[in-house]
């Protein structure tokens, strides 16, 4: 087996957590580069992109969170062989990878600034993302995005609904994916119990092997 060093901040969510996840899933060696932000800063400058996450295969360094997940998700059977399959759950990663976009947009404003810029997002592509992508979650069947099983589609819908769901950016209701697609507020609660998943936030609770 090759040698793969993952590098992302150490939190437990964001751009790298589908990688992490399906990592673990595969039951693959791999060196866990979590940094802090201070690290971050230090070593941008010799990352792809000056950005995270990256992913080394035997020394050699990729960029690009989807692209990174797609590769890890085919090793774990969580990327669907069927070509159509695949354009199902390459919609769902490029939607959210959108979607993060214009949410970072709106990092750094503050007050009346951040209040109005949020509102705008809630109203605006926020509404239009969420209520697409249940759209596309119907499509692929309801129960998951692509392929009638778990793929990387789903867990990137899980980590990025969770993130929301938690109220931690001002101004977005920790209720508003429940109010607006509460479809993919439910597939969310539904992937939380999915095998691989629970096996992986087992894995990090503090003593675990
Ligand atoms: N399209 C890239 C975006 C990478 C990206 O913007 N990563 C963020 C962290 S989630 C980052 O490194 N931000 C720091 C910066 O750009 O200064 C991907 O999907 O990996």
Known sequence: MAEFKFTYFDIDGGRGEVTRIALHAAGAEFQ???LSFA???EQRG?????????????GEQFSQSDAISR???RLANLYPAD???ALYCDE???AYEDLTHFVVRTFGLEGDRLKEARQQLLDGKMTVYLTALEKLLARGGGEYFADQQLTIADLRSFVQVRSLLAGVLDHIPADFVRSVAPELADHHDRIAQAACV???YRSRQPGSP
Do not use: H
């Not at 010799?46 to 080394?56: C, H, K, S, Y």
């Open 71 to 73: 590769y890890v998700g």
């Open 92 to 94: 769902v990663l490029g």
């Open 83 to 85: 070509r159509l399959q």
């Open 46 to 58: 010799a990352l792809r992109f000056n950005a995270v996450p990256t992913f080394e295969i035997d």
């Open 39 to 41: 690290e971050f800063s």
């Open 32 to 34: 866990d580069n979590r």
């Open 198 to 200: 629970v096996a992986y």
